[in-house]
């Protein structure tokens, strides 16, 4: 699975702004396609994931009424919409997917970066 993600870039703390990933390289029946993020100096962590078939997500109780994930089937993609931004959700965001929701996350995108200024 190859994934592209897309659309960081420099807003301002209560901006929104939404990420998108491309997935491609195979069907994604039974995928689990997730984000995740890296602030500086800090290790990566979950954000939210949500199954290919049936659109049930999941999101880390930092993001959680903040953070809608969605999945287009039609077009392959995996879109993050990230509302009332903070300067703590400053960090480079990955796409990610694993084959199921019990497994580890096998593929991963090359990130791109959030900004929040205060």
């Known amino acids: 699975v190859q994934l592209q993600a897309s659309g960081g870039g420099l807003v301002q703390a209560g901006d929104s702004l939404r990420l998108s990933c491309a997935a491609s390289?195979?069907?994604?029946?039974?995928?689990?396609m997730g984000w995740f993020r890296q602030a500086p100096g800090k290790e990566r962590e979950f954000v939210a994931e949500?199954?290919?078939?049936?659109?049930?997500?999941n999101y880390a109780d930092s993001v959680k009424a903040r953070f809608t994930i969605s999945r287009n089937r039609a077009k392959n993609t995996v879109d993050l919409e990230m509302n009332t931004l903070k300067p703590e959700d400053t960090a480079v965001y990955y796409c990610?997917?694993?084959?199921?929701?019990?497994?580890?996350?096998?593929?991963w995108g090359q990130g791109t970066l959030v900004t929040v200024s205060s």
């Open positions: 990610a997917a694993k084959r199921s929701l019990s497994a580890n996350y096998i593929s």
């Open positions: 390289g195979r069907t994604f029946s039974n995928y689990v």
């Open positions: 949500i199954t290919w078939n049936l659109g049930s997500a």
